[in-house]
């Protein structure tokens, strides 16, 4: 069930903003910052996972793991024509551990975008090698970007659902 943002009770937005700006936070750490009673916050939060969140991860610093480099990749798929070819593309890297973020839409010369990431740029050009060798002549108009891990400056999305729900 999909429900908009904007019909969230007051007690609803604040316990969400609570768990961006602290994913770690329990519910007994809530209702004091909240000012309401814990049973109160098991119930928001169990509505809250149902309805908006997927699951709770930890933003962890890549650059001291070991990926030094994001690759930013945009191109044109031409095999949209041809569902199980597109299906089993786009099934490959949505399981592909490289890739970050994958989307597809609508442009004049672009229709996918993908974020990767990688311990070195030689990982890369091997990477896309191997895509190449099976997909290359699905991919039009094939752009990157490479950002050293050590450049990216902001890596979340709490600000825009925080501005989303608006000032309390």
Same mark, same amino acid.
């Given at each position: 069930?999909?429900?908009?943002?904007?019909k969230l009770?007051?007690?609803?937005k604040?316990f969400?903003?609570?768990?961006?700006d602290?994913?770690s936070?329990?519910d007994?750490e809530?209702?004091?910052r909240i000012?309401?009673?814990?049973s109160?916050?098991s119930?928001?939060?169990?509505k809250?996972e149902?309805?908006?969140i997927s699951?709770?991860i930890?933003i962890v610093? !890549?650059?001291?793991?070991? /990926?030094?480099?994001?690759i930013?990749?945009?191109?044109?798929? %031409?095999?949209?024509y041809n $569902?199980? @070819?597109?299906?089993?593309f786009?099934?490959?890297l949505?399981k592909?551990p490289h890739?970050?973020?994958?989307?597809?839409?609508?442009g004049?010369t672009?229709t996918?975008v993908?974020f !990767?990431g990688?311990?070195? /740029?030689?990982e890369?050009h091997?990477?896309?090698?191997?895509? %190449?060798k099976g997909?290359? $002549?699905? @991919?039009?108009g094939?752009?990157y970007?490479?950002?050293?891990s050590?450049e990216?400056?902001?890596?979340d999305f709490t600000?825009i659902i925080?501005?989303?729900?608006g000032?309390?």
């Amino acid at each position: 069930m999909q429900q908009n943002i904007d019909k969230l009770t007051k007690n609803e937005k604040k316990f969400l903003i609570c768990l961006l700006d602290d994913g770690s936070l329990t519910d007994t750490e809530i209702s004091k910052r909240i000012k309401v009673n814990k049973s109160t916050c098991s119930r928001l939060r169990k509505k809250l996972e149902k309805e908006f969140i997927s699951s709770y991860i930890p933003i962890v610093e !890549l650059d001291k793991v070991g /990926i030094d480099i994001f690759i930013v990749l945009t191109f044109q798929w %031409r095999g949209f024509y041809n $569902k199980e @070819l597109s299906s089993r593309f786009f099934s490959e890297l949505e399981k592909d551990p490289h890739v970050i973020f994958l989307a597809n839409g609508e442009g004049s010369t672009l229709t996918t975008v993908i974020f !990767l990431g990688f311990k070195n /740029i030689g990982e890369y050009h091997n990477y896309f090698k191997e895509l %190449r060798k099976g997909y290359d $002549k699905y @991919l039009n108009g094939v752009n990157y970007l490479i950002l050293p891990s050590k450049e990216v400056r902001k890596n979340d999305f709490t600000e825009i659902i925080k501005h989303t729900l608006g000032k309390l």
